[in-house]
């Protein structure tokens, strides 16, 4: 897992560096309609979701 | 004893000059996608003979082979495209050709293999031989606006066909001179994504993800464009989520009929490929990702998206359902039968291991161990058309 995007843009902390984690935690909870981004809430609650953003906003674990 | 001496002596010579001599026809490889190798496996023996390493990220790499089924091109997504003796087992030419590739093809005459690429959007030729590039088509599908490139495949006459992501066209560039590539364009609706070339190579499909339905090409009479078929099988007004992106490929045409994975449904379309038209439907367990026809088209193999993707299910062409539900190991990201289908081989991603099942008797015949294996292609794909 290289996250550097392929369909969907890169998610290396440099790129989402700028972006409110409240907004990026709703993109995964929610998904992005009219985009490929599919809503994951039926596997996972809000916290879970924050708790990735925060990785993926540092360094997500190899 | 002279003459046996020197008999025995030009034995020994022979045996040391003469590399042993095989063919290519049961070889193949398998993507480690993790750890950037690939393991290179023999399908009359069920073994791996050699593993080669430094193909850079592998995730979502895919495969083509030149003609002779020796020469396997690699398309890695970091843009890496490596050339592989499967004989001699090595690398014999890698470049870097794109920042973020999805795949590729190979023309008609085997001397073009054509890169896709997400970044920057559009399609690359190079020389089969050298990896050197011969010419580059960038999907500029509107002025300044570039499109990911989706679905590729080569048909007839040297040309390929392929759809846009983002432009919603399916184009179709024809490389006779591979230096100057003549490019059409067909409207043919929101997202492709991805694509297929029936086994005959006439007609492409392209998978629509921004609205119901399936575009669809004849490459026999272009001019008429691209229509729209399978308009409202139903993903709704209220978009279902998917998890994963279906793969299409020529595999999904068996027995005059074409087995469609449903966007985000749990179910595979079928179509007669003689009229276009739905005839049925067939309920599986997840949303399918690779729907796919043993050679002889008697059964259709399915895999699912996450959280499905421990499950297969297995269609009777002839019965039009499931017989057969299994749950072989964890993440089964790709099948692929031997060249005529008494075998598939999956790969189980999360257990690191290529599973070898008889799809006769749905018994494991062989496993090998592989670094989170995903992409398996054999060299039976180097003489059709859309592989």
Known sequence: MTLQGGLGPALLPANLRDKPAAG????????????????????????EASWIVEQLMTEFPK | MRLLLSFLFVLLLNACAAPQLRGTGDLGLIIERASGQVTLVDTTARQPYARIEGLGDLSHASV???RDGRYAFVFGRDGGLTKIDLLAAKIVKRVMQSGN???????????IVVAQNYTPGGIKAFDAETLELLSEVPAEYAPGKFSKVVG??????????????????????????????????????LQPYDGLVTPDGRYFLAGLFGEDGVALLDLWQPEK????????????????PVFKMPHLRGWSVAQGKAYLPAIGRHEVLVVDVATWKEVGRIPVRGQPVFVMARPDGRQVWVNFAFPDNGKLDVVDTLAGQVVRQMEPGKGILHMEFAPRGENVWLSARD?????????????????????NPSGIFFT???????F
Do not use: C
């Not at chain 2, 690191?352 to 592989?370: N, P, Q, R, W």
């Open chain 1, 24 to 47: 990026l935690a709703a993109t995964i909870v929610y998904g992005r309609p009219g985009t490929p981004m599919p809503p994951w809430q039926q596997f996972m609650s809000e916290a």
């Open chain 2, 225 to 240: 464009g691209a229509r729209k078929i399978l308009e409202n099988y139903g993903r709704g007004e209220q978009k279902l």
């Open chain 2, 152 to 189: 590729l495949a080569d048909v007839p006459g040297n040309k390929f066909a392929y759809a846009l992501f983002d432009g919603g066209e399916i184009w179709v560039s024809d490389f006779s001179n591979p230096k100057q590539p003549k490019t059409q364009r067909y409207p043919a609706g």
């Open chain 2, 64 to 66: 083509v082979y030149a």
């Open chain 2, 351 to 371: 257990d690191h291991k290529v599973l070898i099942y008889d799809t006769e008797s749905f018994v494991k015949v062989g496993d090998i161990a592989a670094d």
């Open chain 2, 101 to 111: 590739a999805i795949g590729g093809s190979i023309s008609q005459d085997g001397r």
């Open chain 2, 380 to 386: 039976s794909r180097a003489t059709r058309i859309g």
